[in-house]
């Protein structure tokens, strides 16, 4: 089983539907991520969380919305979808304290929006 | 906050011949850079990394080189083989003191083709 699990994997939607997408991690990691990725712009950090009780907002925040139920879940919502929504999305972990800053990426979710 | 430039955005190489991607990054504070592949379907992984008190790495086939005074860092792949067909991003990040980087900033990629 992947250490990092995302559901769904794919998603269509409409627009103005709530959607959320679910990450759950096996790796004991503190901290949590939601990425986006668009062709042509790379990975760009949405939400991100150091422990339960920390939400941080990322670079493209706005629209996007997040919950930390547990250490090892990370939801990631959209209120509202809208067309420009449509990417791919990331949920990502990593260690706390010493140790390399790796990220432990999930298989992505592809989201849709019509 | 932190900027990544990262070229060429396409990369066709010979099967065999080295490829070389390059990032340049704007904050001289950040002091670790990773780089991540990214195989069709699948999510990011961690292939190498370097950290600003080091100038250069090595893992089999592929190098990591940092010019911290010109802030700029290069992925090198020598004798590519069809399996280093991906994507490739460079990153940065600040590792602080007590660990863990504070989230990374990635540059846009770069799609490796090897030609048979």
Same mark, same amino acid.
């Given at each position: ?5 995302? @559901? ?6 409409? @627009? ?69 929504? @449509? ?24 989201? @849709?929006?019509? | ?7 060429? %955005?396409?990369? #066709?190489?010979?099967?065999?011949? #080295? ?8 904050? %001289?504070? %950040? ?42 860092? %290069? ?9 280093? #067909? ?6 940065? #990040? ?23």
């Amino acid at each position: 089983d992947a250490d990092v699990t995302q @559901t769904p994997r794919n998603r269509i939607t409409k @627009t103005g539907k709530r959607i959320m997408l679910e990450c759950s991690q096996t790796k004991g990691h503190d901290r949590m991520y939601w990425y986006r990725q668009d062709p042509g712009l790379g990975l760009r950090l949405i939400y991100y969380s150091f422990d339960v009780k920390d939400i941080n907002k990322g670079e493209i925040s706005d629209g996007y919305s997040v919950s930390r139920q547990a250490q090892a879940k990370f939801s990631l919502s959209l209120e509202s979808a809208i067309p420009n929504q @449509t990417a791919l999305y990331f949920c990502a972990t990593s260690e706390q304290g010493f140790g390399s800053g790796e990220l432990f990426f999930g298989e992505g979710s592809r989201l @849709t929006v019509l | 906050g932190e900027n990544v430039e990262q070229h060429p %955005s396409t990369l #066709s190489v010979q099967e065999g011949d #080295s490829a070389v991607i390059k990032c340049t990054y704007s904050d %001289s504070a %950040s002091n670790y850079f990773p780089w991540y592949k990214q195989e069709l379907g699948k999510g990011p992984q961690l292939i190498i990394d370097i950290r600003s008190n080091v100038g250069e790495k090595k893992d089999q086939r592929i190098a990591v080189t940092l010019n911290k005074t010109a802030k700029h860092f %290069s992925l090198h792949i020598t004798e590519t083989q069809p399996e280093d #067909s991906a994507v490739y991003f460079c990153a940065a #990040s600040i590792i602080f003191l007590g660990g863990g980087a504070d989230g990374l900033t990635f540059g846009k990629g770069t799609h490796l083709i090897i030609q048979p």
